[in-house]
């Protein structure tokens, strides 16, 4: 915290890098600086600012520690020593105002900002809600129509927008001079200046407004008990006397921030800010042009992610037939993104002059990213990296899109496997965030790093991964579809499994995936492994013959009406005792606790917290309930690793035998 005197203004600068989070040290600067202003002689009003960001908001960690809502509390204590200023203060807002920080920037009497700045509230997509005054200053400021859409979207707003709303007074290149102006103009002006708190929300309609907008957010069952709560809060606004609303939303505040949902959602923020750490001493190079080689689904859908991205691509294909059917497919997908207004026609036209697609892979050579996405298969994917080594600049990085062979048996197609990596990409790759990044025994920090830059620039996920089969979320995520397999013989159809895993919160069942995928898919990689396991009989058997799901029409499921059937012909015999949905859903969950163990102990993931993030992101696990790790830890340990040993001995399965780091719990 700096303190400046400007003549007869105080200038307050929070310098806590990088986007000075408001925790309790800070928290303690501040309510220091500003009773301190209260009482020094000649100062006319004070300015707060913040170096080089205004502020990002709370430290999320504190509200874990406890710390969140301790004093001195920005809910009450700061904004409220703000408000019981005699002099006026002023936000000078560079660079962002979020949360906590719009919160603080709010209890000042105005607010300037520079152009580039954005200013947001964006609590309820963390699983919760502002807490500080938010839900009644904002409509103060700016009506309640424009403060509820802030509120329940969470989006952030640039400067001009503010300015156009009245959050701001004034867009300035240098904030801080244009507030120490500001505040000077207020001081010596013969009205005194209002606060936000002194202010009635004149706004007759509010409360029918707010009542319908409730009533639709409580019908949509994919509505956040923050989004609501929220809503409530905001009704207090309009209802009730200023301090009545602000102590009715920092009740509703401290109930929420200590709700197992809001505490998955802080952990779901930071795990994913964690992801992807880039490795130490190497600097990514920039990538400024890519190549695609494979025109498939998963080509196309990377060559879209890259031309967001605003990166030149060119995509490869083997046959004139391949490429044109590419481009004509992927030239519709961009129309189709302008017809539902994601996209402007000249953002559409602009990617698309910045892409070709051509046969042979010689139209690579100049590219500074190669990633290739052909046949999952080990002989043509080494021959496609032996004739890349060959054409590429010595400089591009050589990625693979692969999802199950080993990365290394690639590289060593080269005569340069550190300049070779992993890019797991999950389909729809345009679309879904999560890309395993896979660090190959040889690959260099100096790729790893380079890659990683280029997930973080394609707005996507990265999660770092060593090689070994199926990588982190498939090896995990297939000792889940293979318990639910077992499961069939307690008598529990596809059927039941997979309504009992959906109302507890997965995204699609282990049987519906299946059938999207295709059995013959994995039946042809156990096939091609020669592993023989008799948990996946009847999924072999399916494939044998020719149920292969969606796309033919038949499989766990019957599709030939609108709505999937179960299979007519499917018979099961049980020869297990029958066990209860509770229990079907603990162990094809546990399952994948188990395995992200093992994976833990391999060295495969970097943490536990990667491990979320993928079965998250990759494979529908429900983010309200935080990732497997994060639910095995609400669980409890004792009683996660008592139901292991417990299956172990009842089922003879060996899988349930505790991983090293799991037998040490047991143990300690
Ligand atoms: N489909 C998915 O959900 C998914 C998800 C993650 C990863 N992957 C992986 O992505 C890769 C591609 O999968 P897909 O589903 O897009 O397959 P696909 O069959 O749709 O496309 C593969 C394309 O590669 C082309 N091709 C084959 N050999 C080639 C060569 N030597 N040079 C240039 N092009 C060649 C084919 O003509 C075809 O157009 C595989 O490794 C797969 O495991 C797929």
């Known amino acids: ?210 009542d319908s907008a409730r009533r639709a957010a409580a019908r949509n069952p994919r509505t956040s008990a923050g989004v609501l709560a929220a809503l409530d809060a905001l009704r207090a606004a309009a209802t009730r006397p200023f301090d009545a609303g602000l102590a009715y939303e920092l009740e509703l505040f401290e109930r929420l921030a200590a709700s197992p949902p809001a505490r998955a959602a802080r952990y779901r923020f930071q795990s994913e800010r964690g992801a992807g750490r880039t490795p130490l001493g190497a600097t990514p190079a920039v990538v400024d042009s890519a190549a695609v080689i494979g025109a498939g689904t998963m080509g196309r859908g990377i060559a879209l992610a890259l031309l967001a991205a605003g990166i030149p691509v060119v995509l490869i294909d083997t046959a004139d037939d391949r490429v044109e059917a590419a481009r004509d497919a992927l030239t519709a997908e961009l129309e189709r993104s302008v017809e539902r207004g994601r996209l402007s026609t000249a953002q559409k036209d602009d990617q698309l002059a910045r892409f070709r697609a051509e046969v042979g892979i010689e139209a690579a050579a100049d590219a500074a990213l190669i990633i290739e996405a052909v046949f999952e298969n080990l002989d043509v994917k080494r021959d496609v990296f032996r004739q890349l080594d060959a054409i590429a600049r010595p400089d591009a990085v050589l990625a693979s899109n692969t999802s199950s062979l080993d990365l290394d048996l690639i590289a060593a197609a080269t005569a340069t496997p550190e300049r070779v990596v992993g890019m797991h990409f999950f389909s729809p790759a345009n679309i879904m965030r999560l890309v395993e990044v896979v660090d190959g025994t040889r690959t260099s920090e100096q790729t790893l790093a380079t890659t990683i830059g280029l997930v973080k620039r394609l707005r996507k996920l990265p999660v770092v991964a060593q090689v070994g089969p199926g990588f982190i979320g498939n090896r995990i995520f297939d000792q889940y579809i293979r318990q639910a397999n077992l499961l069939l013989r307690t008598g529990a159809g596809p059927e039941r499994i997979d309504r009992a895993l959906e109302s507890w919160g997965m995204a699609m069942g282990p049987f519906r995936v299946l059938d999207l995928v295709g059995n013959d898919i994995p039946a042809m990689a ?117 139901a292991m040993r417990r299956w172990h001995e009842t089922t003879g399965d060996e899988f349930w035998a505790l991983p090293p780091s799991l037998a040490e719990r047991d143990a300690a």
Not at 604 to 628: N, W
């Open 526 to 642: 156990r096939a091609a492994a020669g592993t023989s396991d008799p948990a996946f009989a009847v999924a072999d058997d399916l494939a044998a013959r020719g149920w292969l799901g969606r796309k033919t029409g038949l499989g766990w499921y019957s599709y030939e009406g609108d709505v999937p059937v179960p299979n007519p012909g499917l018979q099961i015999e049980a020869s297990l005792p029958a066990v209860d949905d509770d229990e079907l859903v603990q162990r094809c969950v546990l399952a994948l606790v188990r395995e992200a163990a093992a994976v833990l102990d391999d060295g495969i993931a970097a943490s536990a917290a990667d491990i979320d993030t993928v079965l998250v992101h990759g494979y529908g696990f429900p983010a309200e309930r935080g990732g497997p790790w994060f639910f095995a830890e609400a669980t409890g340990w004792d009683r996660v690793v008592r």
């Open 1 to 210: 915290m700096r303190s400046e005197r400007i003549d007869d203004v105080l200038v307050l600068t929070l310098d806590g890098p990088p986007v000075n989070l408001l925790g309790r040290p800070m928290r303690r600067a501040l309510l220091r600086e500003i009773e301190n202003a209260a009482s020094q002689a000649g100062v006319v009003g004070i300015v707060l600012a913040g170096s080089p960001t205004f502020s990002a908001g709370a430290d999320l960690a504190e509200f874990d520690s406890g710390d969140g809502l301790a004093e001195p509390t920005l809910h009450l204590t700061i904004t409220g020593a703000l408000d019981a200023l005699a002099i006026p203060s002023v936000a000078a807002i560079s660079g962002a105002a979020l949360g906590g920080g719009l919160e603080l920037a709010l209890a000042c009497t105005a607010r300037v900002a520079d152009p580039g700045a954005r200013l947001g509230l964006p609590e309820t997509t963390l699983g919760f809600m502002p807490g500080a005054g938010g839900t009644q200053r904002l409509p103060r400021a700016i009506g309640i129509e424009a403060a509820l859409d802030l509120i329940v979207t969470g989006r952030a707003i640039d400067a001009a927008t503010a300015l156009e709303l009245g959050l701001v007074s004034e867009v300035s290149a240098d904030p801080v001079a244009a507030s120490v102006a500001l505040v000077r103009s207020l001081a010596s002006s013969a009205e005194p200046s209002t606060r936000l708190r002194d202010l009635v929300l004149d706004e007759p309609l509010a409360e029918p407004f707010i």
